[in-house]
Structure formats: structure tokens, C-alpha cells
T-cell receptor
């Protein structure tokens, strides 16, 4: 089956710093989503981005489908950005279930 | 919209007991998914429905697990009998009609502890 690998597994930032999270996937996909799981466990949709670039405030994401990777950029990080960031894909030919990476655990220090 | 609603939010039960988790998808969404999150296995799909019909239940761990969707606004995931290894967070998600490869919206999850 498709492999979804995220890096780095852990990231510690000082408030105000920028960061880039990476997601590599091993097969063609027709759905890619980024989620933020907050400290209370809620999975929050950040982006639906099977290809191209999107921005939402301090967050932006880019997916290069032909090279099988996606990047999530966080600028001017805040303590509320702490949590785990998941990349999840639906691979081409699948009927729709998301395959999740193991996540990047982000801690933003004040 | 209220989003995907799950109940209960927390459940503590003893081994051998029956557990029923409930989900109300976003109105108008045709797809409903049940996922489980554990430390060991991360987030994994258990089963999903399209228009109330189960499409893929290959992720259901064993016969102790069953899921139903009697109508477009309600689904249950049942574990009978429950075991300590079933302890996990169970998420329900829904997706709009049309191509399934659209954004999936997740509920708050049910945190299950089996003693």
C-alpha cells in the first residue's frame, strides 16, 4: 500500500519562528489533506491540497503531485500552533479512505 | 453547521461489556468514515459508508466490531465484547456527495478506555 512519511517527527520552535513540515508519499494521489490535532485531540482541517499552493493566514501549503511531496509552512509561529500536524492522502485508485502519516509534533515555546 | 457530532465524548467500561459509539455526519454529506487512533498504529480507517451502504470494512479488526448506518444522519460503531486493546480514540468523519476525494471533516472523537 501507499506509504506516507512525514518529517521531522518532532519540532521545537521559539514563538515567532517559521517552520516547514514535509510529507512524502509513495504513489499517485487524488486527495491530500493537512490536519492539526490540537492538545485536546481535535482534528482540524487545514488544507485540502492534492496539487498547487494555498494560503490561509500564517499557514500555507504546497503539493507537487508529480514529485510526490507536500510542504506545510507555518510563519510567525504562536504557542497555539502547538500540537501534531498530520498529512493524509487518498491514493489514485482507492475508493476514498485517508491514509495518514505518523505526524509532526510541534511545540512552540513562549 | 454543527459539524460532525459524536457521542459519547468519553467512555470508560470494563472488559466484556458492549460499547456503542454514535455519529451524526454533516447534513448533506454522503460519505461517512470511522477511524481509530492509537499510539501504536496511529490513525487508521475502520470502515466507510456511501449513501448508508458499507463500502469497505477491511479495516474492522475482528468480528467483535460492527458498524451500521440506518439512515443518512446516523451511524453506530459497536464493540461486543470489548477488550482492553480496544482502548483508543474513535473518530467519525464525513465528506460531501460526489467524488469521494473531497475534504473529510472529522468529529471531536470518542475516547474509549476499556479496563
Amino acid at each position: 500500500g501507499i506509504q506516507v512519511e512525514q518529517s521531522p517527527p518532532d519540532l521545537i520552535l521559539q514563538e515567532g519562528a517559521n517552520s516547514t513540515l514535509r510529507c512524502n508519499f509513495s504513489d499517485s494521489v487524488n486527495n491530500l489533506q493537512w490536519f492539526h490535532q490540537n492538545p485536546w485531540g481535535q482534528l482540524i482541517n487545514l488544507f485540502y491540497i492534492p496539487s498547487g499552493t494555498k494560503q490561509n493566514g500564517r499557514l500555507s501549503a504546497t503539493t507537487v503531485a508529480t514529485e510526490r511531496y507536500s510542504l506545510l509552512y507555518i510563519s510567525s509561529s504562536q504557542t497555539t500552533d502547538s500540537g501534531v500536524y498530520f498529512c493524509a492522502v487518498v491514493y489514485l485508485g482507492s475508493q476514498g479512505n485517508l491514509i495518514f502519516g505518523k505526524g509532526t509534533k510541534l511545540s512552540v515555546k513562549p | 453547521d454543527a459539524g460532525v457530532i459524536q457521542s459519547p465524548r468519553h467512555e470508560v467500561t470494563e472488559m466484556g461489556q458492549e460499547v456503542t459509539l454514535r455519529c451524526k455526519p454533516i447534513s448533506g454529506h454522503d460519505y461517512l468514515f470511522w477511524y481509530r487512533q492509537t499510539m501504536m498504529r496511529g490513525l487508521e480507517l475502520l470502515i466507510y459508508f456511501n449513501n448508508n451502504v458499507p463500502i469497505d470494512d477491511s479495516g474492522m479488526p475482528e468480528d467483535r466490531f460492527s458498524a451500521k448506518m440506518p439512515n443518512a444522519s446516523f451511524s453506530t460503531l459497536k464493540i461486543q465484547p470489548s477488550e482492553p486493546r480496544d482502548s483508543a480514540v474513535y473518530f467519525c468523519a464525513s465528506s460531501p456527495r460526489g467524488r469521494v476525494q473531497k475534504t473529510q471533516y472529522f468529529g471531536p472523537g470518542t475516547r474509549l478506555l476499556v479496563l
